[in-house]
């Protein structure tokens, strides 16, 4: 792709590979740890250690398993701390292969966990909420037929109840530009909504390093819509964050999973252009198919498979759909009516 720039090497030849990326050191005396993912398409996360004059921070623990436990710790070997060394905890943002080892490397070290405060108000909300009651309740807000509901719920359910399962809260709130408490290091939160409402990215301005989670992978396309709550800000927001790291075009980019790159500010305008030839895709689609319900528009859109081989991941793809409806809304270009995708032009009739 044109501009940017593959840093990571040895993480991009594992990524092909379907192996996981060695821990490296990089610029700034940081450290990336490859933590898998068991049985999961996106194999693993990148967390990074990030040392201060007295011990040193985790950014995004990973995913809550012994094997994933175990890398972490090899980690921390290989950056020659040990898990008391670990002063505090940084979350780009509470998905559970970021979040979900959090409670136990807090348990083991003492360690501090910091957030920013969208991010936690996410997680005391998720926690009220019946994770498989809220999905087939949002699915049925797009018209999904029920048979699809009930086979969503059997293969995405499990997927649900983790992604909604009660998380370590936070004990430091990190706003738009503070820095992380850590001796001897600027590491300053970015706040970037989209993905989710409280996602940070974190700028090392010394070592010329953003960390960005994931709101700027190299290659995936990051979700987004997908928080069952109504939010029909969230793709708006989310482009919004996305022209903000323009600015940071001068740093190396280090995301959360894949691998490391550069070329920050050509891989924004690449997503960014992504999501308005989405749009254009969609405007055709209900211009073409006269008042869809969201369900049936989503079925309709092109995605990397056929629309009967997505499995569970249709749920992620009507999220993505909706999201992109409402900002057509919001440009006034759509109208939503009871479930059902409008053109603007006969909206009142
Ligand atoms: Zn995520
Ligand atoms: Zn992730």
């Known amino acids: 792709m044109a501009g940017v720039e593959v840093l990571g090497e040895a993480q991009q030849a594992a990524w092909r590979a379907r192996t996981l990326p060695p821990v490296e050191r990089l610029a700034g005396g940081l450290v990336s740890v490859a933590v898998p993912i068991p049985d999961n398409p996106l194999r693993y996360t990148l967390t990074y250690l990030v040392p201060g ?28 701390a040990r898990l008391g060394d670990v002063t505090g905890i940084v979350l780009t943002h509470v998905h559970p292969d970021h979040h979900g080892l959090t409670g136990r490397l807090r348990r083991a070290s003492g360690a501090w966990v910091a957030m920013h405060p969208a991010e936690r108000a996410s997680l005391v909300r998720d ?18 037929p029920e ?5 969503l719920l059997s293969t995405f359910g499990a997927e649900a109840d983790r992604h909604l399962a009660p998380l370590t809260d936070a004990d430091v709130l990190l706003e738009d530009g503070d820095l992380v408490p850590l001796a ?3 590491l300053r939160a970015v706040w ?42 969230a793709l708006s927001r989310y482009l919004d964050s996305l022209a ?9 980019a280090l995301p959360a999973h894949e691998y490391r790159f550069r070329g920050i500010a050509a891989r924004a305008a690449e997503l960014t252009g992504h999501h308005r030839q989405r749009c254009a895709e969609i405007l055709e689609t209900v211009d073409r198919l006269g008042t869809p319900t969201m369900w049936e528009l989503a079925a309709s859109l092109s995605w990397s498979r056929p629309w009967d081989q997505i499995g ?31 053109p603007r032009a006969s909206a009142g009739r």
């Open 184 to 186: 001897g290091r600027r």
């Open 147 to 151: 048979a699809e509901i009930s086979h």
């Open 53 to 80: 004059d007295h011990g040193l921070i985790v950014v995004d623990p990973g995913w809550d398993s012994d094997v994933g436990w175990n890398a972490l710790r090899a980690g921390l070997a290989v950056a020659g």
């Open 244 to 252: 903000k790291l323009a600015e940071y075009d001068w740093c190396a």
């Open 312 to 342: 569970p991941m249709k749920v992620g793809a009507v999220a993505e759909t909706a999201a992109h409806v409402d900002l057509l809304v919001a440009a006034g270009e759509l109208a939503r009516r009871s479930g059902t995708v409008v």
């Open 192 to 233: 970037t909504p989209g993905h989710t409402p409280g996602h940070l990215c974190l700028l090392e301005p010394d070592a010329r390093l953003l960390l960005t989670g994931d709101h700027l992978l190299p290659r995936i396309s990051p979700n987004v819509g997908l928080q069952l709550d109504g939010d029909d800000t």
């Open 127 to 144: 926690q009220h909420t019946g994770a498989r009651e809220g999905l087939a309740r949002w699915l049925r807000t797009f018209h999904a």
